[in-house]
């Protein structure tokens, strides 16, 4: 269980605000090697400030966070290779329009590791293949469904060969016909052991998948419980009010 894994991303009494809105307050956990945290709570409550505080995309003001015992901080070089070790995927997919689904996945591995071009193409046909993409690969992508799209964009963050991978409601933007074929990628992603960080309003992935199941209010974790406690014996009214308005 959780308590017998390597501690990895290590936050701790992190405060952020914007202007005078303090939208951290001293956040502090611990995420584990190997470990699935789904993170839910209203909208607002500072869910993906902390992810982007994790890779720096959002400077927190104080308090620490590491990644396998190294601070986040603005230096450039031991940025880069946390941002290597640490994969996000958002909402708004974010593929670059102008580049093959092919050429999406191998861009960074190429610039950033550089991968030779016909290395890199064999990886990204791995990964493609892997979330079930591989016949789309000389497309562009507004040829493809936004599920095929964040698929693609998952793809696209594992070929930097991650070691945690971080969701902000990957399928929040998705058509309903579309959430499940997300899912089972993720589902399947955690199922070979991958660490991974999920902002979700999918309760039922957050009951199946995840190890633990944090609830952010007002720039707190408020609670931080296996998903099976977490669901059955909510913790207190505003977690009840929540999930009442999820189901
Ligand atoms: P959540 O992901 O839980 O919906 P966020 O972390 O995105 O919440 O935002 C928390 C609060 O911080 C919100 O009130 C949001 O409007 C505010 N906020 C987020 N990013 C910025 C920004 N770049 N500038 C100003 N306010 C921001
Ligand atoms: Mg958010």
């Known amino acids: 269980m959780s308590g017998e894994r390597t501690p990895y991303i290590v936050v701790e009494q992190v405060c952020k605000s914007f202007g005078t809105h303090q939208v951290l307050r001293d956040v502090s956990t611990v995420f584990r090697t190997g ?70 996945v191998t861009l960074a591995p190429r610039r950033i590791h550089r991968t030779p071009r016909a290395q890199a193409n064999d990886a990204a046909m791995a990964l493609l293949t892997r979330v079930g993409m591989q016949a789309h690969a000389h497309k562009y992508p507004w040829q493809l469904s936004g599920g095929q799209q964040q698929r693609v964009a998952i793809a696209r963050a594992l070929a930097m060969a991650p070691k945690v991978m971080l969701f902000d409601e990957p399928t929040s933007a998705l058509d309903p016909e579309m959430v499940q074929e ?17 902002v979700t309003h999918e309760m039922g992935f957050a009951r199946e998948v995840a190890d633990r199941v944090m609830f952010f209010d007002q ?16 913790a207190n009214d505003r977690i009840r009010a929540f999930l009442g308005r999820m189901s």
């Open 35 to 104: 470990e699935v945290t789904v993170i839910i709570g209203a909208s607002g409550s500072g869910k993906s400030t902390l992810l982007r505080a994790i890779n720096r995309l959002e400077p927190h003001d104080s308090g620490r966070i590491t990644i396998g015992g190294v601070e986040v901080t603005d230096d450039i070089a031991t940025l880069q290779r946390q941002r290597s070790e640490v994969g996000m995927v958002f909402q708004q997919f974010n593929l670059f329009g102008h580049l093959t689904v092919l050429d999406n």
């Open 182 to 198: 997300v899912l089972d990628v993720m589902r399947e992603l955690a199922r070979g052991g991958m660490t991974m960080i999920v």
């Open 219 to 234: 720039g707190c974790i408020s609670h931080d419980a296996p998903p099976q406690e977490f669901f059955q014996q909510p």
